[in-house]
């Protein structure tokens, strides 16, 4: 499970690949960025979670909690916030248009 977390979060970080600059001025992109970094941190603790041993030492405490919310708060709230950041601002820019 490994191969493709890192496939997946080296899919997302190379589409940025020579418009890392885009990152300062956007106001949607800098929220994507997170949530791609909240992917890989939170699918990497769930591969390393699911080996036998570290599922031993694990389970019962907070990693599993941290790893449920960190996927669920992180990639998803960032995701979210980044669209409607993105349709909220695309709805002012038609609005202003047809003015």
């Known amino acids: ?17 020579g418009a890392w600059y885009q990152l300062k001025t956007s106001y949607t992109l800098p929220f994507y960025f997170m949530g791609i970094i909240f992917y890989f941190t939170g699918s990497f603790q769930g591969t390393v979670e699911a080996f036998r041993y570290t599922n031993l030492l694990w389970h019962f405490t907070d990693f599993t909690v941290a790893h449920s919310h960190l996927t669920m708060y992180g990639i998803i709230t960032f995701m979210l916030w980044g669209f409607f950041t993105h349709w909220f601002l695309g709805l002012q820019e038609k609005n202003l248009q047809n003015f």
Do not use: S
């Open 1 to 17: 499970m490994l191969i493709p977390v890192v496939a997946g979060t080296a899919n997302f970080l190379l589409t940025f690949n």
